[in-house]
Nanobody, 124 residues
């Protein structure tokens, strides 16, 4: 199971840090990512790590503002979101992919386990 938390309502320009705690996944080798879904839109890849952890990817709209990090000992992944914009408003989901290849990292169908989502609302 994946437990996402840290969402909330903020003003534009403010920051939030999302947390995703991984449990019940027996493997220690998996891709992990944050996706988001705004009302009426498709689920969008935000940021993530490849299976080996050697690569970190960000979607263009968050580069320079969001930072993904992980604490392997705690099996926790964080998403630090700075300079939030109204367009960042969405439900944010963390996801784990056990066999996700690098070329499929941005594809939500490549992930096996999903958290329940945490709502981020940014007002102007």
């Amino acid at each position: 199971q994946l437990q996402a938390s840290g969402g909330g309502s903020v003003q534009a320009g403010e920051s939030l840090r999302l947390t995703c705690k991984v449990s019940g996944v027996t493997s220690n080798t998996y891709a992990i990512a944050w996706f988001r879904q705004a009302p009426g839109k498709e689920r969008e890849y935000v940021a993530g790590f490849s299976r080996t952890g050697g690569y970190t990817y960000y979607t263009d709209s968050v580069k320079g503002r969001f930072t993904i990090s992980r604490d392997n000992a705690k099996r926790t992944v964080y998403l630090q979101m700075n300079g939030l914009k109204p367009d960042d408003t969405a439900v944010y989901y963390c996801a784990v992919g056990l066999g996700t290849i690098t070329s499929a990292l941005r594809n939500p169908q490549a992930y096996n386990h999903w958290g329940q989502g945490t709502l981020v609302t940014v007002s102007s």
